[in-house]
C-alpha cells in the first residue's frame, strides 16, 4: 500500500514494523526543490505518486493546457502511446474533439530513447507500431506526443499515417523543446543529438512530414505541474506561508538553467 514518499536526501529504513528516518541531507536555507520536471512529462509510469499527485493527472493538464496555447482544425486527436495518452485525453476533452486510436504499439519493443545509437533506435521504431487505418482515412489528424528529443520517432508514424489515409497530420507536443543535455543521469550527451538544436529545427514541420507542429511553452508545463500542489498548500492551514510559492522543478534541459553549478 501506498504509505508516503521518500523526501529529498532522505535515508529510509523499511522494516516489518515500520518505516524509519534514518537521516535526510538538508538543502541550504532558502533553496526551491528541483525535482526533475521530466518524470512527469516522460520516465514515470502515470500510476507514480510525486508531490502528493498521479503522474496521470499532470499529464492530463499538460494536454489541456496545449489545447488552451495551440488549437487546430481537426477530425480527431490521437497519440503517440503510451506515455503521451493522458496528454492525447486532455487535449481532445479542450478542444471537443474526439479522441480516437490511430496506432497501436508493439509491446515487445523497449523504448527507443534510451537505445544506445542512432541505428538501434531507428530500428526500433520501425518494429514499434501498427496503424489503426479504419479509425483515421481521410480524416485530419491530430497526434499528441509527449516529447520530440531526437526526432527519430515521429518522422516514420507521420509517414505510417499518410500512407495510411491521413487527410493531414498536425502535431501537439506536451513538452517544451529540449534544447540542453541533463547532467544529472539521462543520456543526453551532446546539444548536437537534440533537434531543437538544429537547423532543421526553424522548419520542423516540413522536416518530419507534419501539417503544422507546436509544443507546449515551459511557462505551461511548469504551471501543469505545479497547479495541484499549490492548491494544496494554499488549503491547508498547517503550511506555513512563508513556504507557499517555494515550489522548484529542474528544468535545465528546456532552459538551459541547472539547479546546481556545473564543474568541468
Not at 496503424?131 to 527519430?152: A, E, H, Q, T, Y
Request: with cysteine.
Amino acid at each position: 500500500r501506498y504509505y508516503r514518499e521518500v523526501l529529498p536526501g532522505e535515508i529510509v529504513k523499511i522494516s516489518r514494523y515500520d518505516v524509519q528516518t534514518l537521516d535526510v541531507v538538508r538543502r541550504r536555507e532558502g533553496d526551491p526543490s528541483a525535482f526533475c520536471i521530466f518524470e512527469y512529462v516522460y520516465f514515470a509510469r502515470p500510476d507514480s505518486i510525486f508531490e502528493g499527485q498521479m503522474v496521470y493527472s499532470v499529464r492530463r493538464r499538460c494536454g489541456q493546457q496545449l489545447a488552451i496555447e495551440a488549437p487546430v482544425e481537426a477530425d480527431l486527436v490521437s497519440t503517440v502511446p503510451e506515455s503521451a495518452t493522458p496528454a492525447a485525453l486532455g487535449y481532445a476533452q479542450k478542444c471537443g474533439l474526439p479522441y480516437v486510436e490511430v496506432l497501436c504499439k508493439n509491446r515487445y519493443v523497449g523504448r527507443t530513447f534510451i537505445q544506445p545509437n542512432m541505428r538501434l533506435r531507428q530500428l526500433g521504431v520501425a518494429k514499434k507500431f501498427g496503424v489503426l487505418s479504419d479509425n483515421f482515412k481521410g480524416k485530419r489528424v491530430v497526434i499528441i506526443d509527449d516529447s520530440i528529443v531526437r526526432g527519430n520517432t515521429i518522422s516514420p508514424i507521420i509517414k505510417l499515417l499518410r500512407e495510411s489515409g491521413a487527410k493531414e497530420v498536425h502535431i501537439r507536443v506536451a513538452s517544451p523543446p529540449i534544447r540542453f543535455p541533463c547532467y544529472m543521469g539521462i543520456n543526453i550527451p551532446t546539444k548536437e543529438e537534440l533537434i531543437a538544436n538544429r537547423p532543421e529545427f526553424h522548419d520542423l514541420a516540413n522536416y518530419i512530414g507534419a501539417d503544422s507542429v507546436v509544443y507546449l511553452s515551459v511557462e505551461g508545463l511548469v504551471s501543469s505541474v505545479q497547479e495541484s500542489i499549490k492548491a494544496r498548500q494554499e488549503n491547508n492551514p498547517n503550511t506555513h506561508k512563508s513556504f507557499i510559492g517555494k515550489l522548484g522543478h529542474c528544468t535545465a534541459c528546456l532552459t538551459g538553467d541547472y539547479p546546481v553549478e556545473l564543474e568541468w
